[in-house]
């Protein structure tokens, strides 16, 4: 029989969305990471039910727990409302909250349909650049996708194909940079952007422009 390890955690605080725990062993980083998650989430929170058309996700509160890992975030499932945010990932508070933001609209796009899947190129696409937007330039250097599409020779379509993964940094970053040109230099807005979701980025191009 093996020993059972009880794992220790803190409960930090609740909104009206989310319950925010960490790590006991965290010690201090992680009180300080759960109250700066606290702080932010609700307003995130209203930026991103904005950009979806104001639907609330099913399965609420958010369970954010604040972990003594080091690869980022992750959640059960596309509609999984239970969020492990890694303490240890490199880079600052802002790119913690930025984890988290990425993981929340993850929920928004399974509860919203339209072709966002969040284990897909496209959806990973939408991810990250929701979460870039509202906390910009945060990210570490390993965290940014769009060069590693750019220095594809020839580079990969994946507006006409979305790949069925979220972990190609090839077709992320073609995501990633479409749909900020769709935003930046066409000038629709992420809730115009969002609500012409298909099941490739060229359907919702064509469903934001009409034009192929």
């Known amino acids: 029989v093996g020993m059972h390890h009880s794992t220790s955690v803190t409960q930090a605080g609740s909104t009206t969305h989310f319950e925010v725990s960490y790590l006991t062993s965290l010690g201090q980083q992680g009180a300080d990471l759960a109250n ?41 499932s596309c509609l999984g409302t239970d969020i492990s945010v890694g303490g240890r990932s490199d880079g600052s508070t802002d790119f913690i909250r930025s984890l988290l933001v990425a993981e929340a609209d993850e929920v928004f796009m399974a509860n919203f349909g339209h072709g966002w899947d969040c284990g897909a ?14 906390y910009k330039g945060v990210e570490p250097a390993d965290f940014i996708s769009s060069n590693v599409w750019l220095n594809l020779n020839p580079r990969a379509n994946f507006v006409d194909h979305t790949a069925p993964t979220d972990t190609d940094y090839n077709s992320i970053g073609c995501s990633v940079l479409f749909l900020n040109w769709l935003r930046f230099q066409l000038n629709s807005s992420w809730t115009e952007i969002v609500a012409a979701g298909g099941a490739t980025l ?10 192929p």
Do not use: W
């Open 36 to 76: 700066a998650i606290l702080q932010n989430c609700e307003r995130d929170f209203a930026t991103l039910q904005q950009v979806f058309g104001g639907i609330t996700p099913q399965r609420l509160p958010f369970m954010v727990q604040v972990t003594s890992d080091s690869t980022g975030a992750s959640h059960s």
């Open 202 to 211: 060229a359907a919702t191009y064509k469903n934001l422009t009409g034009k």
């Open 121 to 134: 190129s496209n959806g990973e696409g939408l991810s990250r650049v929701l979460a870039n937007d509202i």
